[in-house]
């Protein structure tokens, strides 16, 4: 036995150094304790020595390689038991021992090829190290460590392989895991995950693989994947895939088995899936098996695709080369792909089936429109989403009104399921209801099936654009209203696309808030486009990207036929596929004759579009208040012809009543109920007899005397109209004349404010000097002092309102309220005069005198003379300044100071002999609320 090192000298030991004779040093067994790492390796022999060789402990492994357990070997020297021959057989004495002469040089040592002697006498073969221990510069003892140079060797050789075999399970758990996604993550159809799988498992499981399927409808097989190893095999070859030859019954190669229910085939002599079937159904199946020549085959592994019970197919895989055999573990692991696999499949058709019902409910639920409503041609598109879940509740609709118009509806209800779908229906045929119910405007038929929404289906939150489209005299006019919902496109031959303009309101089923509703005339041959959200938006942009490029499409399609225009819109928008897609294209014909409604007899159909709510409300205001006041005014002897106003009044109160009432009902009703819902307009249509023109005039006519009837008595309150009435009386009128003759509707649209002078209307200063920019002046020479301060006014109708409050409030401060009621009167009448005729900012200022003369002035910024008109006895005007002039001691027109600009001041002083005037007659008799109800 050969060794390598060389000795460390040490200091003699003491004298009183442990004494060991045959005796365990227990001092060294207690150093020997401080290793534990290596005496608890699982892989290594050691023994531990006293400074004398004596054997001190021993490891497990070491007991397994020699024989013995520790406590025959303790105490006993190592070299006598254990190391007392050679590799060859020949006695090994102590001085040639390497181990022993190891521990007495203090030194370490080692060699490999050596033997030790088993405790039943057979030699064992060993590489082997020797480290002493030195403590504190004593030699303690030492360690041997040995192991079998054949363990070594095996246990590599058991590690390549379990390596090899954890390569092995790693790859099938990744082919798994690649297998299941992509099944998972397919967007192309079934056939393109099966091939996925196929593509992946081949070369590294397989050689080719081919994936078939049977048919749910009628159990032909077909194959769907066909993949070989080598990327230049004949494509000829490799592309058999599709309709697979019927499978006879006598058939009995593995496919059949499989197809027919039987479980995997592992065939290790591949000739069977071709000898087997040869001649069983003559050429087609000869056909159908001469892949396996084609392609080569030595081994195969057929795995049935099935899941709840059901084959849905099968897995080939076949490998080409003998070398390779297929695994015991391969086999499980193609029973397992194939099982993954039927899941998928399984899935998948589950959800196509879903999906074509609820395709096919939601194409049930959608109305068959005609190709054509009367004058209007139309066409309905419906695309479901690509992606199978996204089936939702998109509609369209089409039908007619109660008059000569059509009504369009394109809807979405939120939710991608089969209840949006059920919910879709529920919904459209709630809003037929509401339509047929009564013609109504197209918010007014929203706003109910909102509160219905609300009411019945809480849940429910759909956009709709409702629009009613209706022949004029020369051409078609549209109005729409729109619930959160995308705006139609107008394609217009000879012009560019565009949007129709809508004013949206929020969704049906979120909150009862007013709605809107939008009118537009359509050119000649124009046609209307509505459609859904899933046309334009696309995931990353905004809706406004989708509704330009919608725009953008439109261009060139305006001459298109309905269906072909559809067609042509889905194909350049490309919508992203995760929606359903509803389109609804309109395009009118020639139009009707005029505004005569069809089957209505000697009645004009009357359209007023767009009815100012707030000004109808104001026009009836001031219409009672006239009656009242016409009632209430003195008549006298010097006005002995003015009962002919009040009468012809009658007169026009006994016609409507006899004559329009009936016709009225509806309408008036309407715009009530939009005045209560919080409308600020809205829409209506009358029935009117032909006549209704000249009775319209009349009305206008008689309205606009009585106003100025009022305004030049003397009378208790003055109520001239405000501008903005008198604009709306006289649009109403002219509706009436254009539409009765023939004209289209023309909407409301409210006249042009009128732009105030330069000059502006200020405060007098304390000396009584009009500041710059101008305004009253103090007369001279009466020690006239101002009450307050002066009053500013706009030009508007509530001007001489504000000025009666200001006048009274500062007389009665002043204690000067016996020319009240004068005062009140006067001003009103001047201011009145201001606003009407001045048009400009004007003042009022209250002076008194030490006397107790009150002085009230209304200043303006006009330089319009003022001056007592004539009159003759029919004339209903121009008595205000006689009504002034008869309540006050005295009165005046004064220019304002040059440097104030033009402008005037009309000053009076009221009277303290003032009377009201008696009633005439009870208020009514003039029929008050039946004329306001019937003045629209």
């Keep these: ?131 002493p221990v030195v403590l504190a510069r004593t030699l303690t003892g030492g360690v041997l460590t040995f192991h ?37 993550s397919a967007t192309t159809g079934l056939s393109e995950a099966l091939g996925a799988i196929a593509r992946r498992v081949v070369p590294a499981l397989a050689d080719w693989a081919a994936v078939d399927l049977l048919d749910e409808r009628d159990g032909h097989a077909r194959r769907v994947a066909l993949v070989h190893r080598d990327p230049d095999a004949d494509p000829e070859r490799l592309a058999r895939l599709g309709q697979l030859p019927p499978l006879a019954p006598e058939a009995r190669d593995p496919l059949a088995q499989v197809l027919r229910g039987a479980p995997l085939q592992h065939v290790q002599d591949a000739a069977v899936l071709d000898e087997e079937g040869a001649g069983v159904a003559g050429a087609a199946w000869s056909q159908r098996t001469a892949l396996v020549r084609a392609l080569g085959a030595v081994e195969a592994i057929v795995a049935p695709l099935r899941a709840r019970g059901r084959v849905l197919g099968a897995l ?61 041609e139309l066409h309905g598109l419906y695309q479901p989403a690509g992606d199978r879940a996204q089936v939702g509740g998109d509609w369209y609709d089409a039908f007619p009104l109660p008059d000569d118009g059509v009504a369009l509806v394109l809807g979405d209800v939120a939710g991608h399921d089969l209840h949006a779908a059920t919910r879709m229906g529920a919904i459209r045929h709630k809003l037929r209801a509401l339509a047929a119910d009564r013609l109504d405007r197209p918010s007014a038929v929203l706003a109910r099936l909102d509160r219905v929404l609300q009411r019945f289906a809480p849940s429910d939150v759909a956009t709709l654009v409702l629009a009613h489209l209706r022949p004029g005299g020369d051409g078609w006019g549209v109005e729409w209203s729109c619930a959160g919902h995308p705006p139609p496109l107008l394609l217009v031959p000879g012009a560019a696309p565009r949007l129709l303009d809508v004013e949206a309101d929020l969704p049906l089923g979120v909150a009862d808030l007013p709605r809107h509703d939008v009118h537009d005339a359509l050119p000649a041959g124009a046609t209307v486009v509505f459609y859904s959200d899933g046309l334009v938006e696309h995931p990353g942009e905004s809706l406004a990207d ?20 559809c067609r042509d819109l889905l194909e350049r928008v490309r919508p992203a596929g995760n929606d359903d897609v509803a389109v609804l294209a309109v395009r009118p014909g020639a139009a009707g004759t005029g505004a005569r409604a069809a089957g209505g007899g000697d009645l004009v159909r009357v359209r007023l579009l767009g009815v100012p709510l707030r000004l109808r409300a104001e026009h009836l205001r001031c219409t009672e208040a006239l009656l009242r006041e016409l009632a209430l005014v003195r008549i006298g002897a010097r006005h002995e012809t003015s009962a002919t106003l009040p009468q012809r009044l009658l007169g026009l109160a006994a016609e409507l009543q006899s004559t329009y009432a009936p016709l009225l009902t509806q309408p008036v009703a309407d715009l009530d109920a939009a005045t209560a819902a919080g409308c600020e307009h809205c829409d209506v249509t009358y029935r009117v007899p032909a006549g209704a023109a000249d009775f319209a005039r009349r009305a206008l006519g008689a309205l606009e005397e009585a106003d100025e009837f009022c305004r030049a008595e003397r009378h208790l309150l003055t109520l001239p109209a405000p501008p903005g009435v008198v604009a709306y009386r006289r649009w109403l009128v002219g509706e009436f004349v254009h539409q009765v003759s023939g004209g289209e509707p023309r909407p409301w649209r409210p006249p042009e404010p009128q732009q105030p002078a330069a000059a502006t209307v200020g405060r007098a200063g304390a000396d009584g000097r009009a500041p710059a920019g ?3 002046v103090a007369p001279e020479g009466a ?62 200022t209250v002076r008194t005198a030490p006397s107790g003369a009150v002085r009230v002035e209304v200043a303006d910024a006009s330089a319009a003379a003022v001056q007592e008109r004539r009159f003759g006895p029919e004339a209903a005007t121009g008595r205000g300044l006689r009504l002034v002039a008869s309540i006050s001691t005295a009165w005046g027109v004064d220019p304002l100071p040059a440097a104030a600009g033009p402008g005037k001041v009309v000053w009076f002083e009221p009277s303290a002999d003032t009377t009201a005037a ?19």
């Design 316 to 376: 080939t895989l076949v490998r080409t080369d003998p070398a390779r055999p297929f695994q015991p573990e391969d086999v499980a692991f193609a029973a397992d792909l194939g099982e993954r696999a039927a899941t998928a499949v399984d899935t998948t058709r589950l959800l196509e089936g879903e999906q074509r019902r609820a395709e096919q409910m939601q194409r049930a639920l959608l109305p068959e429109l005609p190709g054509r409503i009367g004058e209007l």
């Design 546 to 565: 989708g509704l330009q490029r919608l725009v953008a499409a439109g261009a060139g399609l305006e001459d298109a036929s309905l269906p072909q225009l």
């Design 783 to 844: 020690g006239w002092s101002a009450v307050g301060e002066p009053l500013r006014l706009d030009p508007e109708p509530g001007a001489a309102a504000a000025a009666r409050r200001h006048v009274r409030r500062l007389l009665r401060d002043a204690g000067a309220g016996e020319v009240e009621e004068a005062a009140e009167l006067g001003v009103s009448e001047l201011v009145t005069n201001a606003v009407l005729h001045a048009r400009t900012p004007a003042s009022v």
């Design 1 to 131: 036995m050969t060794g390598e090192g060389s000795p460390s000298p040490l200091p003699d030991p003491d004298g009183d150094a442990a004494t060991h004779g045959g005796k365990r040093d227990t001092r060294v067994a207690i150093e020997a304790a401080l290793l534990p790492a290596v005496f608890e390796s699982p892989a290594l022999a050691v023994i531990a020595l006293d400074r004398q060789g004596l054997v001190t402990a021993l490891t497990p492994p070491a007991e397994r390689l020699l024989g013995y357990v520790e406590s025959e070997l303790v105490g006993e020297p190592l070299h006598e038991r254990l190391h007392h021959h050679r590799a060859d057989g020949s006695p090994l004495t102590r001085r040639d021992c390497p181990v022993v002469a190891a521990l007495e040089g203090a030194r370490p040592a080692w060699g490999d090829g050596d033997v030790l002697v088993r405790k039943d006498g057979s030699l064992l073969v060993v590489d082997w190290a020797f480290a």
């Design 918 to 936: 008696a009633a005439a007659g009870d208020a009514g008799q003039w029929g008050a609320q039946d004329w306001a109800a019937g003045l629209l």
């Design 774 to 776: 101008g305004g009253p």
């Design 148 to 184: 079998d140079p054949r363990d070594r060797t095996d246990r590599a050789s058991r590690e390549g392989g379990r390596l090899a075999a954890a390569e092995a399970a790693n790859l099938r758990l990744t082919l798994l895991a690649d297998v299941s996604r992509s099944l998972a």
